[in-house]
């Protein structure tokens, strides 16, 4: 299922969710003067790499930073086009009604709490792996699970490709459900059939981001204004 739009309208304009898009777009920019053995030192370097942080060996050679900083700048890099088109569509579609129900600052903590969350996982589930892992994803799956939370009900467009191209609008519930099980039950296989991990998909990165928004979603929310009512005193007179 590939979403096509939501059709909530966000009451503010999603400043932040239009600053990280562009500094995406800028990073990949960057890439796309790279030549083959420059990217791959590049994402190696800047991308996450279970290797960096689970094995001794790479503590003798690496110092903090260089373990440490990917952890963050890895959400700004992609692998190729369709990646970063992907991510940044989804990001678009539901991250404007999260950042307005969230606020802007707390909206960017939760974006790069939930991108630390899901590579957490990720290094967990592909332990000593030298590949780099790139992308927003993790990260986006959390404002997915937020949106969950906020928004259940709200409509989105969908595209299923199935035998016909088939244009549907579901709840956001639906497709967000469906489409944390198809990361759950891809994951598992990743790790017990290892068929998907050659894929190269950090499927338990969009695990991990997804719960962390479910779970932390509230937490981040704006205090809902309360309606002006009579006070204690008055309502003993006038109810």
Do not use: C
């Not at 579609?93 to 990720?122: C, K, T, W």
């Not at 290892?194 to 695990?207: D, N, P, V």
């Amino acid at each position: 299922m590939i979403p096509l739009r939501d059709v909530l309208r966000s009451r503010t304009q999603p400043y932040i969710v239009y600053a990280i898009i562009a500094l995406n777009a800028i990073v990949f920019i960057y890439e796309l003067g790279l030549g083959p053995m420059e990217l791959s030192r590049f994402f190696f370097d800047f991308g996450v790499v279970p290797w960096k942080l689970t094995t001794p060996e790479a503590w003798g050679v690496l110092n903090p930073l260089e373990q440490l900083l990917p952890l963050l700048t890895s959400m700004f890099l992609h692998g190729g086009w369709l990646h970063i088109i992907g991510n940044l569509w989804i990001f678009y579609i539901f991250g404007d009604n999260v950042e307005d129900r969230m606020g802007r600052l707390p909206f960017l903590m939760f974006f790069l709490l939930a991108g630390l969350f899901s590579v957490g996982l990720h290094v967990l589930t592909n332990w000593g792996s030298k590949i780099p892992t790139v992308g927003a994803s993790g990260a986006i799956a959390g404002i997915m699970g937020a949106y969950l939370v906020y928004f259940p009900y709200a409509r989105i467009v969908t595209f299923v490709p199935i035998l016909l191209v088939v244009v549907v609008t579901i709840p956001a519930y639906v497709f967000l459900i469906v489409w944390f099980l198809l990361q759950f039950f891809n994951g598992a296989f990743a790790i017990f059939g290892g068929g998907a991990a050659a894929e190269g998909i950090a499927w338990w990165a969009h695990i991990g981001g997804f719960l962390f928004g479910v779970a932390a979603a509230k937490i981040f929310a704006k205090p809902t204004p309360r309606r002006p009512g009579l006070s204690p005193l008055a309502k003993r007179f006038f109810s």
